[in-house]
């Protein structure tokens, strides 16, 4: 599977970006599909998952509320909508898919390049 993500981008504190992840090779309706994002100098961290059948999301404390995981099978597609956004979200975003529906980023199979989103004045 290969998944190109896209629509990083500099945005203002309070502000909204929708980050997709476009997957070839196969169909993302048959895995478990997770966003991490890494600031400069950090570790990866778990950002949002969702089931393969989409009936189970999960967020860190930090974006609950704020950000919303979605995929849309028909375009084979994976999507981060971001809002009421922070500078300390600024890092750069990947998505990820896999067999196993965990926050652990070891157990994801396949991953995005990454997207940088920059939230500052």
């Known amino acids: 599977v290969q998944l190109q993500a896209s629509g990083g981008g500099l945005v203002q504190p309070g502000g909204s970006l929708r980050l997709s992840c476009a997957a070839s090779?196969?169909?993302?309706?048959?895995?478990?599909v997770a966003w991490f994002r890494q600031g400069l100098g950090k570790e990866r961290e778990f950002v949002a998952r969702?089931?393969?059948?989409?009936?189970?999301?999960d967020y860190a404390d930090s974006v609950q509320g704020r950000f919303t995981i979605s995929k849309d099978n028909a375009k084979n597609t994976i999507y981060l909508e971001m809002s009421s956004l922070k500078a300390e979200d600024t890092a750069v975003y990947f998505c990820?898919?896999?067999?196993?529906?965990?926050?652990?980023?070891?157990?994801?199979?396949?991953w995005g390049q990454g997207t940088l989103v920059t939230v500052s004045s």
């Open positions: 990820a898919v896999g067999s196993i529906l965990t926050r652990l980023s070891a157990h994801y199979l396949y």
């Open positions: 090779g196969a169909t993302i309706s048959n895995y478990n």
């Open positions: 969702m089931s393969w059948n989409g009936l189970m999301t």
